[in-house]
């Protein structure tokens, strides 16, 4: 049973334009969330979060969106640039049961921004 | 600032064999979680070790364990090698004191049971 879903295995864009990724969670109980990208050979590197209590949360280029009533996030970046073409997993904790360090990810999504 | 570092980043063992691989925390992390990545698969929570002590575990096998030393660093065992064991396991540390840290993870090893 997989408490956070993916459903888009990859997805391509133009540089310049934007780039959303989307994320299900089933887990009700879930209240931090994260999104990490992965280049090939490296290990999955921290982009940004966001806890239940808010609804957005921005940093630069990236923006992630929680809709908690539908239990679905999505990572938005504009302007998209070649160099963010990795994939991105969507990954869920909860925190506020002490399993913080607990992470759910979901199957991940390949981005391609083409230049 | 040293980043999580992982050791061997590639291993080939045949099934039934015992593998250990090892990890160093980035410095100022007192937490290591580990988690194993099969392919197209995202990454599973094996276990998170915290002051020498494991405290989370998630849905794998006794076969599975680990240790944490006093540096933080920490190592993962698995025993009885099975074909499915073939992953790309991830070390990750944290600060256990801030509730909201996200984790920060290492390259990863390869490791292949042939």
């Known amino acids: 049973d997989q408490q956070v879903k993916q459903n888009s295995p990859s997805l391509s864009v133009q540089e310049g334009r934007i780039s959303i990724l989307n994320c299900d969670y089933t887990n009700s109980m879930f209240d931090y969330f994260l999104w990490y990208k992965k280049y090939p050979a490296e290990g999955p590197t921290f982009l940004i979060s966001?806890?239940?209590?808010?609804d957005k949360n921005e940093d630069g280029r990236f923006t992630v969106f929680l809709n908690k009533s539908a239990k679905h996030l999505s990572l938005h970046i504009v302007p998209s640039q070649p160099g963010d073409s990795a994939v991105y997993f969507c990954a869920a904790s909860e925190v506020s049961a002490g399993s913080n360090y607990k992470l759910t990810f979901g199957k991940g999504t390949l981005l391609t921004v083409n230049p | 600032e040293t980043g999580v570092t992982q050791s061997p980043t590639h291993l080939i063992k045949t099934r039934g064999q015992q593998v250990t691989l090892r990890c160093s925390s980035q410095s100022g992390h007192n937490t290591v979680s580990w988690y194993q990545q099969a392919l197209g698969q995202g990454p599973q929570f094996i276990f998170q070790?915290?002051?020498?002590?494991?405290?989370g575990r998630g849905n794998f096998p006794p076969r599975f364990s680990g240790l944490q030393f006093p540096n933080y660093s920490s190592e993962l065992n698995v025993n009885a090698l099975e074909l499915d064991d073939s992953a790309l396991y991830l070390c990750a540390s944290s600060s256990g004191g801030q509730v909201n840290s996200p984790l920060h993870f290492g390259n990863g090893t390869r490791l292949t049971v042939t």
């Open positions: 966001i806890s239940s209590i808010k």
């Open positions: 070790y915290y002051r020498e002590e494991e405290n």
